[in-house]
């Protein structure tokens, strides 16, 4: 047995199905008849996405969640959804209730008709859910330029915190771990702020992998150097991290789980991007400029360092 | 625990999601910009529908090809394909090899692109496909009309004989023994019989579930009776289930697996039909015809019995 990382399970799937593109953008875009279509595709898997104390509501609604977080980074609309249901043979009726209502719940908040799926039997719980919209063209990971703006589309690293606190390796209550539950079971995707402002972006992903493996991803396919002098967190976290003895970049950077996303602008957005951003209460930050040159770095005391890309890897 | 029948579930999901036609057609159709798409999502579970002597070059080829089977019996052509993939933690690079292997397969065979998707641990392997093809209109389940003929693209009960063997539940070598394990990994929709003569078909229906299952759909769907007169399987078969002491109905109409399809056309096409059947060397059988009424009948030694729907359940 060979342990494989998950990029070299998908460089075998590239190849051998002649594919490059195969897992590089946060959507899938064909042309079918006259017009272009937008899906993504996302799994949630009972045994590795779903900790103990989470709800299969929650987990229900997120599986949609996911794939919605995608489109908001395009500025996209989804508009409708197919859902695969693998269940344990012996699953109670109020459980499937339960996901039913999950489902229900992330199709009413963004707008999305389900049309469809199927339901098979299964060891596990596995949600499998598919999302299309359409649209002329796509904000890609590719098109940041030099002076260009780093924005975030809302805080990082509460959801690692979150999930700590589901596993039960912390214990922790009051404002701060309940924000940070929060974060972990019900995220939000900015999807009415990525449709408003996409015009403005050169350049946008989705960071539900964690920061770090976007921000790597949009300066290696952008070749350009990203610098980060602006951490996208509060001084609760940083309190917290500090108070634990964790690593307030790990958390921020490396946690995943996010779904908010990561754009760049020209800096003669920058007003009306703010402006966008506080008439729909989406609370962006701006974490760092486009540069020439190569990789992220993050400022630290003295100087930069690198930023790696450490973020979340299925296998 | 209630344990729950497949039917069941489907009825949560539709009522919960307010969408009453959740699993009711062969393929989803829905509208993106000005034109139809046709998607079809299909499952293969390796607990459920992996027997133990299947190889995984067989597996991932019939994932894909579920889906095929479905555009095949609408006469729509899928164009592209997305593939969701769970495999365990420890799995070999060999395996995954083997799994690329039978999705280029069936793409190749089949002449879809496959665009990407998505790789995730879990505690067993898990395909998810998804196809699409778009399409002006499709024939539906429910247009068979009285006097009708009834149509199957192969013959039927083979994969349960396949199965059997591969499960190691039966003993037999010989032609019949290769010709049924063959049925059961590697069948071959008929696509292009499905795309030249669609046009001739009043409904039709994918079979993959078992034919007493797609029977009673089309003839309900259809508000017509259904009388077979003729079951679709040969000598060989007949033999086998009377030396075995199996009932031959029930391996020919509630077996599955068969990934052929159901079609009705009015006698006046039935020329039409056979001429094109033989070009694209397509063993199309007729089995029955349409008449007013409800139900199924299949013609037993004195008069025509009930047949009723126990093809393939999931729970």
Redesign the interface.
Known sequence: ????D?S???K??Q?????N????EDV?I?N????K?I?K???L????DIPPKMKLTDAARKSIIACVSDFAAKGIKP??G?I????P?????SK??DI??G??KA?SEYGI????????????I?F?V?L???SKNIVTRKGSKKGDLIFVTGPFGYTSVGLDLLLGKRKESGKFAVKSIKSMINPKPKLKFGLKNKKYFSSSMDSSDGLSTTLNEMSKQSKKKFLINNIPAGNDLENYAKSHKLDLNSLVFHGGEEYEFVFTVSPKYKQIIIKNARSLKTPIIQIGQVTSGKGVFVKAEKDYVTLKDLGWK??
Chains 1, 2 share one sequence.
């Open positions: 047995m060979i342990k494989l998950e070299s399970i998908i075998i799937f190849k051998g199905l002649g594919n593109e195969f897992v590089s899938e064909f079918l008849g006259k017009i279509i899906s595709t996302d799994t898997v009972e045994s590795t508009e409708y197919i695969s249901v693998n269940l043979k012996k699953i109670s009726r499937i209730l039913v209502k489902f229900k199709s008709k389900i049309l469809g799926g199927d339901t098979n039997a299964g060891k596990e596995v499998n598919t299309f919209g359409n299925h296998f």
